[in-house]
């Protein structure tokens, strides 16, 4: 490749390619075409918050929770299947069948899922806020350029101060 040639466009293609992952790595939103990987988290739009798999004690056992974000101690708010964890690190958080948000096992197995929506549009989203709520929405409506799709389910940590 001629571009590795060039020390300035090698730096110039590696600030690139680093700026893209950052972008998407700090997504703060699960759609159709977005979900979570074990590897991958979602941040909240002011960085106060971080969803993704974690272990605790027994590192096999993967858990999805929300836990505050780039604090020196890791402090889990919440947890998403914690009565059921997934054996190693093939989990994805994901909109499934219905418009739910569903964690799947590597053998495509939902092991957690919120259970709530029926719906057949294709705007569902969850989106990660700065309060720690995890926001399950059907965007399919728009007002004036302000979202008015019905909120499908809020998943809340109702006891942290905002």
């Given amino acids: 490749m001629q571009i590795l040639h060039s020390p300035l466009r090698f730096f110039t293609f590696i600030t690139l390619l680093s700026t893209a992952a950052e972008l ?8 159709l ?48 299947n914690r009565d059921d964890p997934i ?23 939902a092991v957690w899922s919120t259970n709530t929506a029926n719906v057949t549009s294709n705007n569902v989203a969850a989106q990660l806020l700065d309060s720690g709520n995890l926001v399950l929405t059907d965007k399919a409506t728009m007002v004036r350029g302000i979202s ?13 101060q905002g």
């Fill in 24 to 31: 998407s790595r700090s997504a703060d939103t699960v759609t």
């Fill in 87 to 109: 054996n190693g690190s093939s989990g994805v958080l994901q909109i499934g069948k219905g418009g739910n948000l569903v964690i799947v096992d590597r053998t495509g197995r």
């Fill in 148 to 160: 008015c799709g019905r909120v499908l389910t809020v998943l809340s940590i109702r006891y942290l």
């Fill in 33 to 80: 075409s977005q979900s979570v990987r074990d590897n991958e988290t979602l941040i909240s739009a002011g960085a106060k918050f971080e969803l993704g798999f974690f272990s605790r004690g027994n590192l096999t056992n993967r858990y999805v929770g929300i836990w505050f974000y780039n604090i020196p101690v890791k402090t889990i708010v919440w947890v998403a």
